[in-house]
């Protein structure tokens, strides 16, 4: 007779006695802190550096009366406005509020986008991966990692805001209108933080998320817009856009913090309603579930070209649609460049502004030198659209059918260039389409995109090194944002930062002929496109050399 030994009863772990819905909200704040402590140092030293080199042009204002009058000149015209915001203090335009007009719109821009990438980067992208579920597991509240993520991006936009203030302090402007700027940036930034939690309950993918963030950040960016060219100090449209609250603060002219508080209203009212639409979703899902799809594909969508195209499609549109509005909006102002320059046209301030030559052309080339880097950026996001799948595993599914590995790589990366190359010539030729529209036929609308075109090498390159670096380390494929952060510092600071021309041909960007005020470098095209050739092979031949990650 043998003897049976009993197996241990199991035991059912306790539940956690006195936990909340934010029970180890601590616990991810701490996490996400040393998980990205490397770029929230970067960021939280940029903006501040960006100040400290912006200074020597401005304090150089003070000793110049008729550069002063100038300036604001140029600040309070219609095509100026645009690009900057309503122009407050333009009857004393001294380093204040020069700073507060002429920095306030893209700064909000740089650190909106930061909270939103980094708010859906640690909400609807953990549960994508499905890390968060291994998380909750754990004693972690359900609306923990909403409240951590949002935390994390607040603290970040203060110590930007306190960093900030600190440095034009230094320069000896007033602190509390420092901070009043400043603080009013960090607190628009934050609304757009705000929004990326709210989309990342509606949606059920990460690019879902980002993209609906980025079209509301659009979208009111072209609202407030409209708003201030309108009439001077902008209407109650320039009211509904975060960005619009942060210029009405008036700071160094007339500071007041009114319109911080509304800021601070729409975030908590926010921050609720993204809790609200976390409860009442299922955890890993989408408020806005996606349809079902055929039972069995059709024929054109069984390969993978296909799929590389299904999965960015939605992206393309959203991007193409809201940058085509935005630079449409931006050309219609082209017209008004000339009568600015009957006014102004034998001073050498304003020259040194727009640049020589002109003005219309100069200003027409900054539509187009924008609309690029907005092709550059989405190229980068599509290119590693690739390492997203490989992470999630799902690149280990495609290639265990007969797909080779070019194949499926070379579909990603044939899909990435042409989206790239739409929302370059869609926004190249949405900005000529305004310039046209409204009476100007010089330079043509040809011309305009002509020289738009002209920037397909330098995105072949920024595509191209995306794709060698993702192929090669694909834990060092944020290194391609580097090489185009590079590139936009040196298209628009290289003249204040006084950059020498050997670190400057480092960009691709800066190789790009200008066809609008000269003859086409051939050479310099020829090169981009021979460099981009190079990358694209190396990209084949490390993708074939090394392992692809399994789960």
């Not at 054109?300 to 509005?325: D, E, F, K, N, Y």
């Not at 190229?379 to 280990?396: C, H, N, P, S, W």
């Amino acid at each position: 007779m043998s003897a049976v030994t009993a197996a241990p009863p199991l035991h059912r772990a306790e539940p956690v006695r006195g936990g909340t819905t934010l029970t180890g909200t601590w616990s991810l704040v701490r996490f996400i802190l040393r998980r990205d402590r490397v770029r929230l140092v970067v960021w939280s030293l940029g903006i501040p550096l960006l100040y400290l080199g912006s200074l020597p042009e401005y304090t150089t204002m003070l000793d110049d009366s008729e550069g002063q009058a100038v300036r604001a000149a140029l600040v309070s015209s219609p095509a100026m406005v645009a690009m900057t915001g309503p122009g407050y203090g333009t009857d004393d335009y001294t380093v204040g509020p020069a700073l507060a007009n002429e920095l306030t719109l893209w700064v909000v821009i740089a650190l909106a986008v930061m909270s939103i990438l980094q708010v859906v980067r640690h909400t609807r992208a953990e549960e994508e991966s499905s890390r968060s579920e291994l998380v909750r597991a754990a004693a972690v509240g359900r609306h923990a990692a909403v409240v951590a993520a949002l935390f994390v991006v607040l603290v970040v936009n203060a110590v930007i805001a306190v960093l900030s203030a600190a440095v034009l302090a230094a320069a000896d402007l007033d602190l509390t209108d420092a901070l009043g700027m400043t603080g009013g940036i960090a607190v628009a930034a934050l609304t757009y933080g705000a929004v990326a939690l709210v989309a990342a309950q509606v949606t059920e993918h990460s690019r879902g998320a980002t993209g609906l963030s980025m079209a509301v950040l659009g979208a009111t960016f072209t609202v407030g817009t409209v708003g201030n060219m309108q009439e001077p100090g902008g209407t109650w449209l320039s009211w509904l856009s975060p960005i619009g609250w942060a210029q009405q603060m008036r700071a160094f002219v007339d500071l007041r913090w009114w319109p911080a508080a509304i800021g601070v209203v729409v975030i908590v009212l926010l921050l609720l309603a993204a809790s609200s639409l976390a409860s009442r979703r299922d955890f890993g899902a989408g408020l806005v579930p996606d349809r079902p799809g055929r039972a069995d594909a059709l024929d054109s969508l069984r390969s993978p070209g296909a799929l590389a195209w299904v999965q960015q499609r939605m992206a393309l549109l959203w991007t193409g649609l809201g940058l085509g509005i935005m630079w449409l909006a931006m050309g219609t102002v082209a017209s008004d460049v000339p009568e600015l320059t009957k006014t102004l046209q034998d001073n050498p301030v304003y020259a040194s502004v727009l640049g020589a030559g002109d003005p219309v052309a100069g200003f027409l080339r900054i539509i187009v030198l924008y609309a690029a880097l907005g092709a550059a950026v989405y190229g980068i996001v599509a290119m590693l659209r690739a390492k997203a799948e490989e992470d999630a595993g799902r690149a280990e599914y495609v290639l265990a059918t007969p797909v080779a590995r070019g194949r499926w790589f070379g579909a990603t990366l044939g899909i990435s260039s042409a989206a790239t190359v739409v929302v370059l010539v869609v926004g190249v030729a949405a900005g000529a389409a305004g310039a046209v529209f409204t009476g100007l036929s010089d330079p043509s609308f040809g011309a305009i995109l002509g020289a738009g075109l002209l920037y397909l090498p330098a995105l072949a390159v920024f595509v191209g090194f995306t794709a060698a670096v993702y192929a090669w380390a694909p834990r060092a494929a944020s290194v391609s944002w580097v090489l185009l952060e590079w590139a936009i510092v040196v298209a628009l600071f290289a003249g204040l930062f006084h950059i020498p021309e050997w670190a400057q041909k480092i960009s691709p960007f800066w190789w790009v002929p200008d066809s609008l005020s000269g003859d086409v470098d051939r050479g310099h095209v020829g090169g981009l496109c021979a460099v981009a050739l190079v990358l694209v092979v190396l990209a084949f031949v490390g993708f074939r050399r090394r392992d692809v990650a399994t789960r």
